[in-house]
């Protein structure tokens, strides 16, 4: 007999039984028992009736117990809550997904629980002053499932091996299905033009025999599918695959046994047709996530760590090979030529050149010295040198790509929500009007096999697959594609957003141009204190900040810093600091008449300066203290040189560009100039962006902004769509929906253009994947099709929206 929670199959002697609302429940142990009367105490029943189980699960009993500390590593701290992603098992059907999602969201503590179907992958979140690690482990074991740390690698291993065996049923199907070609035309040929009873009879059963290994080898999934769905009256794809095929090949014996027409090469195709749909489905997915599995290698096994960190020449230091779990922040690694570099970090003693193109889409080495930062799963390709680990494990730039990219694919467009409804019903419909049809014909004296022909034709022709493939698909290869280039693209939800953007709002530094600036200049308006001076008491306020502008500053200055007090930053405005006595402030003009700094020696000299250096594009930063400005420090920075072209082509595609600075009026409109941009929005604080923007989407336009420092973090948030900078700030990138890993500022052209072609196959997809069953089942109920035709056709429908999905990849320009 077969346990009601698990389906195995065990001896009738075993059974521990269970009386429910007067009906006897059998189980193979008394774990699976509990499990039962688990689920159905929690209301979660519906669970048994949706499962479509491919497979026998483990019994409760007999299933390992794991805890917390396997997974010590993986949890991350999300504000006062934790997040965890884990691999958990036993997942068969979408009612798997559905069962644990809702036993976890009514677990007390437990704020988010997500799970990928594709990849068996959840995300949890959880307040850890409420509930326990250990506590949501033990309750997803409790219903029969095992929790395991998840890793890419895993993943992609269960992928390949579900093509494989595909490819191994699809080609036991289609060789037999070949031969059995060759004798049901002979037969065709005879009930046309005669044929010898005995050779009719002879060419019969070898067609059955060919048939049988079709059915119950290579199409075994789809009727054990079928069969454990039935138990529970759940109805999938496969229960019409297996429901067309059956009929035919049930049919096909009668009329054997009673001189009659066979169908046995019907029986046989639709499960070929169908095989080699499935077959072409699983391997594109794989092709279209190989960036990813690219990515999940780039992690070496070993690190090779320097025994002696204090060693004057830590290039010929001795070493030692530690496995890569045990690496950990504030170890010294030495790095040969050829070798992956293991984490992230910053070069202390040699000099080489890396090749990060796999990882920023950069084609160029990126040359490595003293001081420079190093990307985990980068290859050094020449010099040897040695780094500071400053990031391990999930807290990489590596690790975040991918989870970044993961998070974006399992994210549903509202295309994939209103076609996963329509699926849900969809299986069941077709049951219906096939049983309909077949009637009908009967009722009306047709011909008992016209009847069924037209019954297993609706069958066979009626494809959910293509609506269920629509949207994720199409957005696995457009996430994959932007990361290849260097687009980090965080909520797949973009794809829909890009279609209705109509501005594009562009941050100054950093973003329009290279953020690095540099110290041009100092001007001292009081001939008492020289330019030295000026330059160290600016440096040590501004040494404080993370304004790239106070960078330029104090990259300047070679003195010791001043001890600075009561330091304060008002973001995108300046800061100020208690240096020797002295109250000084930093920062604009607007900031400096704000802090009562109006004065001057000079007043007008102030303004005449300034005023020239900004017209030529120049940021100029005032210092002042006792209400007079005392210092002007001239500060540069480049244009990107792709700034101009970017812009251009921004503006063919019909977007209106626009620049928000909280430089002053002159430098801004000079730097949009430079880079042909129509509108310039000077002297703008965080809140003045962000409210720009606001206003934008009021009166109707869709508005994506694109900055890099933490005073652009409110504006991307407003945004439609918010794209960060790479070398950005951490806020910056957080707050934004997409990151340009190298900052290349073309990359937002190639961005829309890739972001509207995938809009656009994911639309085309949903619109023929409902033209094709609108259109296909009349024919089909009509009796216009053969079976045969009619599983092409099916198998069409789904190799249209793979093929098309896969078309993202060519076309968009660059």
């Known amino acids: 007999m077969t346990c009601d929670h698990c389906q195995l199959t065990f001896p009738e002697r075993d059974a521990v039984r269970e009386i429910m609302n007067g009906k ?24 048994y009736r949706n499962r479509a189980w491919d497979s026998p699960g483990t019994p409760v009993d007999q299933q390992e117990k794991v805890g917390a500390e396997l997974f010590a590593d993986d949890e991350q701290q999300i504000g006062v809550n934790k997040e965890i992603d884990i691999l958990i098992d036993g997942i068969r059907c979408a009612s798997c997904v559905w069962l644990n999602e809702k036993f976890l969201s009514r677990t007390d503590g437990v704020e988010y629980a997500r799970i990928n179907f594709a990849t068996h992958k959840a995300k949890i979140r959880w307040d850890p002053g409420r509930v326990s690690l250990d506590r ?62 005995a050779t009719k009879t002879v060419l019969e059963i070898i067609a059955m025999v060919l048939t049988l290994p079709v059915i119950l080898y290579s199409g075994m999934p789809f009727i ?60 594109a997915k794989g ?30 230091a001795e070493t030692v090979m530690i496995p890569l779990t045990e690496l950990k922040r504030g170890n010294l690694v030495r790095i040969l030529p050829g070798e992956l570099i293991p984490a992230d970090g910053r070069v202390v003693q040699g000099e080489s050149e890396a090749n990060e193109s796999i990882l920023t889409g950069e084609s160029l080495p990126v040359h490595k010295t003293a ?93 959910p697959c293509s609506l269920g493939l629509a949207t994720p698909l199409a957005v696995l290869v457009y996430t994959t594609m932007a990361s290849a280039r260097g687009i980090l693209v965080k909520d797949g939800s973009v794809i829909e957003k890009s279609g209705a953007v109509t501005h594009i709002i562009f941050d100054k530094t950093g973003t329009l141009t290279e953020g690095r600036p540099s110290l041009r200049e100092v001007v001292s308006l009081d001939r008492a204190l020289d330019t030295a001076y000026l330059c160290r008491l600016a440096a040590s306020i501004e040494n404080l900040s993370e304004h790239s502008l106070g960078r330029a500053i104090t990259t300047a200055s070679s003195d010791v810093f001043l001890p600075v007090k009561d330091f304060r930053a008002v973001p995108g405005r300046g800061v100020s600091g208690l240096v020797g006595g002295l109250v000084v402030h930093i920062g604009s003009r607007t900031f400096m008449q704000d802090s009562g700094i109006t004065g001057s020696s000079s007043a007008s000299r102030v303004d005449e300066i300034s005023l020239s250096f900004e017209k030529a594009g120049n940021t100029v930063v005032f210092m002042g203290w006792d209400g007079e400005v005392r210092a002007l420090f001239i500060v540069s920075d480049r244009i990107r040189q792709e700034a101009a072209d970017a812009v251009a082509a921004l503006s063919s595609l019909g977007l209106e560009t626009a620049l928000a600075s909280g430089d002053n009026r002159a430098t801004t409109e000079a730097v949009a100039s430079a880079a ?10 965080p809140d003045n962006k962000r409210h720009l923007i606001h206003e934008l989407q009021a009166a109707g336009k869709r508005v994506m902004m694109i900055g890099d420092g933490i005073n652009d973090a409110p504006a991307l948030t407003e945004a439609a769509i918010g794209i960060a900078m790479g070398r950005g700030t951490d806020i910056a990138m957080e707050s934004a929906d997409a990151v340009l890993i190298r900052g290349d500022l073309s990359l937002i052209p190639y961005f829309m253009h890739l972001s509207r072609r995938a809009y656009a196959v994911i639309r085309q997809n949903i619109f023929w994947a409902f033209v094709y069953n609108i259109v296909a089942l009349p024919l089909a109920v009509s009796g216009m099709l053969h079976p045969i035709v009619a599983a092409g056709a099916m198998a069409a429908s789904s190799l249209f929206v793979v093929t098309n999905s896969l078309r993202i990849r060519k076309g968009v320009k660059t």
Request: charged share 15%; proline share 3%.
């Open 24 to 47: 006897e429940h059998c189980f193979c142990c008394n774990g699976c028992r509990a499990v039962f009367l688990l689920i159905r105490s929690e209301g979660l029943e519906a669970f």
């Open 136 to 197: 949501i482990l033990e309750r997803i074991q409790s219903i029969g499932y095992m929790p395991r740390p998840y890793r890419e690698s895993e993943q992609f291993r269960q992928q390949k091996a579900e093509a494989r065996d595909l490819l191994v049923r699809f080609g036991t199907a289609a060789f037999l299905s070949s031969q059995l070609m060759i004798y049901s035309i002979a037969l065709y040929a005879g009930y046309f033009q005669g044929i010898d009873p």
């Open 224 to 283: 054990r599918n079928t069969f454990i769905g039935l138990r529970h009256l759940h109805f999938t794809m496969d229960s019409l695959i297996t429901l067309g095929s059956g009929s035919a090949f049930v049919y096909s014996v009668y009329q054997m046994l009673n001189g009659g027409t066979v169908y046995f090469d019907t029986s046989a195709m639709i499960i070929t047709l169908i095989l080699l749909g499935r077959y072409i489905e699983t391997t």
């Open 287 to 316: 092709r279209a996530s190989e960036t990813i599995e690219k990515l999940s290698r780039l992690s070496p096994r070993e690190a090779r760590i320097l025994k002696d960190a204090g060693s004057a020449d830590l290039l010929s």
């Open 371 to 463: 001081g420079s930062t190093v990307i985990g799963g980068a290859i050094n390709l020449y010099g040897t040198f040695v780094f500071e680990v400053t990031s391990t494990g999930k807290d990489t730039f590596l690790a975040g790509v991918i989870r970044s990219v993961e998070d974006a694919q399992a994210k549903k467009p509202r295309l994939q929500i209103l076609a996963d409804r329509v699926v849900g019903y969809f299986v069941p419909f077709i049951l219906a009007l096939a049983c309909i049809t077949t009637t009908g014909y009967l009722l009306t004296g047709s011909p008992a096999n016209s009847a069924l022909m037209a019954g297993i034709s609706v069958l066979g022709i009626a494809c």
């Open 676 to 685: 042909n941009i129509p509108q310039a929005h000077p002297e703008m604080s």
